[in-house]
T-cell receptor
Framework: KQEVTQIPAALSVPEGENLVLNCSFT??????LQWFRQDPGKGLTSLLL?????REQTSGRLNASLDKSSGRSTLYIAASQPGDSATYLC?????????????FGRGTQLTVWP | GAVVSQHPSWVICKSGTSVKIECRSL??????MFWYRQFPKQSLMLMAT?????????EQGVEKDKFLINHASLTLSTLTVTSAHPEDSSFYIC????????????FGQGTRLTVV
């Protein structure tokens, strides 16, 4: 069974720092990996989608990498801002899984203070 | 990306009553929708996979008679929590994905259910 782990569970940093959030998964047979942002009491906003054949994706200040063979992904946030404060979730879509379900990590709760 | 609308965004109900949550795909015909549940400080856990025109597929440990799922059209899936109990209080969220396995997943805004 696929298991997704995110480290750290929580992170508190001053504004302007560059951040790295980590995600690992146990089964490398995946279709893709997706990073989401979740604000308190809200739904999920998709940030980046990396296909299994890709190594990285970039969107603005966000860069996500994928090393499928080692079961790892990192989300890099450059020049963090207070508005980046949220919980960041990593999810993988496994091959051969039931109708393409997603497996989620528990998330990294990020706080960026001014 | 796809726009997914979930309603209501929050609901408070009495123990023993039933609550229906709607998930609509506004600009995309979704043959498959997923229902997740999230307890505080926990990750999202898949409850069931909803297939248009057929019975839902439930994850192990999820009572299909308690969590009724109906996916009558390509744009609407509903989750009904029957005879709700306080332990059913949680954040319920639906998701749609494209037809191909490698496509992006999009989520509704979620429903906060509180059973008193």
């Amino acid at each position: 069974k696929q298991e997704v782990t995110q480290i750290p569970a929580a992170l508190s940093v001053p504004e302007g720092e560059n951040l790295v959030l980590n995600c690992s998964f146990t089964d490398s047979a995946i279709y893709n990996l997706q990073w989401f942002r979740q604000d308190p009491g809200k739904g999920l906003t998709s940030l980046l989608l990396i296909q299994s054949s890709q190594r990285e994706q970039t969107s603005g200040r966000l860069n996500a990498s994928l090393d499928k063979s080692s079961g790892r992904s990192t989300l890099y946030i450059a020049a963090s801002q207070p508005g980046d404060s949220a919980t960041y979730l990593c999810a993988v879509r496994g091959r051969g899984s039931t109708l393409g379900r997603l497996y989620f990590g528990r998330g990294t709760q990020l706080t960026v203070w001014p | 990306g796809a726009v997914v609308s979930q309603h209501p965004s929050w609901v408070i109900c009495k123990s023993g009553t039933s609550v229906k949550i709607e998930c609509r795909s506004l600009d995309f015909q979704a043959t498959t929708m997923f229902w997740y549940r999230q307890f505080p400080k926990q990750s999202l856990m898949l409850m069931a996979t909803s297939n248009e025109g057929s019975k839902a597929t439930y994850e192990q440990g999820v009572e299909k008679d308690k969590f009724l799922i109906n996916h009558a059209s390509l744009t609407l899936s509903t989750l009904t929590v029957t005879s709700a109990h306080p332990e059913d209080s949680s954040f319920y969220i639906c998701s749609v994905k494209g037809g191909a396995e490698n496509t992006e997943a999009f989520f509704g805004q979620g429903t906060r259910l509180t059973v008193v």
